[in-house]
């Protein structure tokens, strides 16, 4: 019944390579994000979307992009990937900006 | 100071214990604000939000202090199964929209 999925679940890569993930919605909501969760640090927003076509950088967006051609589906990408982008990546999505998220099941992504 | 504080714990506590958290947050125009439970390698999920006049769910109970700025979480009774991470989400939305996460704190609970 996840009206939220991520895609892939796992990913090793090596430095310096593109890695694209993918977030998909069932729900319709407007607002998606894309977080990531290291220890010590808690859940950063990366960057999140308000609408088809419409984004907006979080406070850790250097090194990453994301795109949105429909509302169920938003991107993720990590143009060239470093040891540092090793993380659990999480995507959300809500009704309403300040509303409470929903969470996909993450992303453990592994730079080598 | 970091905008958004929480005590990282460990708690340890025995089942059927009351313990309580607390979350404090710098920014006063702060609008609304959450409590999300994280296990284990798994996503978080939101348990429950917080109201001015606090809000009850069974055995949690959250309030909000905006004059101190803090929002609490107690958790009556606990079970076995209340174990895992807590998280707490504070909202902005002056001037640009801000949401910040707490790191967490970890709460077991032991047979």
């Known amino acids: 019944d996840a009206g939220i999925t991520q895609s892939p679940r796992h990913k090793v890569t090596e430095t310096g390579t593109p890695v694209t993930l993918r977030c998909h919605q069932t729900?319709?909501?407007?607002?998606m994000y894309w977080y990531r969760q290291d220890p010590g640090h808690g859940l950063r927003l990366i960057h999140y979307?308000?609408?088809?076509?419409?984004?907006d950088k979080g406070e850790v967006s250097d090194g990453y992009s994301v795109s949105r051609s429909k509302t169920e589906d938003f991107l993720l990408t990590l143009e060239s990937a470093t040891s540092s982008q090793t993380s659990v990546y999480f995507c959300?999505?809500?009704?309403?900006?300040?509303?409470?998220?929903?969470f996909g099941s993450g992303t453990r992504l592994t730079v080598v | 100071r970091k905008e958004v504080e929480q005590d990282p714990g460990p708690f340890n506590v025995p089942e059927g214990a009351t313990v309580a958290f607390n979350c404090t947050y710098s920014?006063?125009?702060?609008?609304?604000f959450f409590w999300y439970r994280q296990d284990c390698r798994k996503e978080p999920k939101l348990l429950m939000s917080?109201?001015?006049s606090g809000n009850e769910d069974g055995r949690f109970t959250a309030q909000l202090n905006r004059a101190s700025q803090y929002i609490s979480l107690l958790i009556r009774d606990s079970k076995l199964s209340d174990s895992a991470t807590y998280l707490c989400v504070v909202n902005t939305h002056t001037g640009g929209f801000k949401t910040i996460f707490g790191a967490g704190t970890r709460l077991f609970v032991k047979a």
């Open positions: 917080v109201y001015s």
């Open positions: 959300a999505i809500s009704e309403e900006g300040l509303g409470g998220y929903t």
């Open positions: 920014n006063s125009a702060s609008q609304s």
């Open positions: 979307s308000y609408g088809v076509k419409d984004t």
């Open positions: 729900e319709n909501h407007r607002y």
